[in-house]
């Protein structure tokens, strides 16, 4: 990885994969996106808060869980990423691994912002915590908290890897990145009417 100043968050992560251009937006031309008047934005956060507050004891023994850390704040110099995890799990097995709520319903499908997600904070998990990280936790709060897994492969974290790299090209060079393929995510952008 180039050598840089620049650490980016998880959620900087999660706008570049919803679009590419939401990165040059909110870092090259320093305009914020107001997330906080999105209703699943807000939404999520009052989700977090409350999973922060109940069953603090409760470890997920279907998953073989033998001990949970809950809102952890976790970074990586050597990656330039930092973010907050909502659980890490200690498995029996030895490894560890994520665990994300998501205020959604599962739709027969792992999206790509939840998989880097994971895999993201995997990695980070492993480099902070010395312990083999090969899987993830998805868990769904509008589909009954249902727990979905999802297992990392060696080229997941270097796609990983990349898309860092790719976020902090556009924000150390002012790279103007291509649109995102799905036009469909644009009819709800906050940026669509500066967007050409």
């Known amino acids: 990885m180039e050598d840089t100043d620049t650490i980016i968050t998880i959620s900087d992560v999660l706008e570049y994969l919803f679009c590419p251009r939401f990165t040059y937006f909110m870092y090259c031309l320093d305009i914020p996106q107001h997330e906080e008047t999105r209703f699943k934005v807000l939404k999520g956060r009052d989700v977090h808060e409350t999973r922060r507050m109940t069953n603090a004891e409760y470890v997920r023994k ?67 915590y010395d312990m083999e990280v090969n899987r993830g936790y998805i868990c769904y709060i509008r589909s009954n908290n249902q727990v979905k897994q999802v297992d990392f492969k060696p080229s997941d974290f270097q796609k990983g890897i990349e898309i860092i790299e790719s976020i902090i090209n556009i924000i150390n060079k002012g790279v ?18 500066i967007c050409v």
């Open 176 to 193: 103007y990145p291509k649109t995102t393929r799905n036009l469909r995510k644009c009819v709800d952008c906050c940026y669509r009417n």
């Open 62 to 128: 279907k998953l073989n869980c033998i001990k949970k850390e809950r809102s952890v704040f976790i970074a990586s110099k050597k990656n330039h990423i930092k973010g907050i995890v909502d659980e890490v799990l200690l498995l029996e097995d030895g490894t560890a691994a994520p665990l994300e709520y998501k205020y959604a319903e599962y739709k027969d499908k792992i999206f790509k912002t939840y998989k880097y997600q994971l895999v993201l904070h995997g990695m980070m998990i492993r480099e902070n």
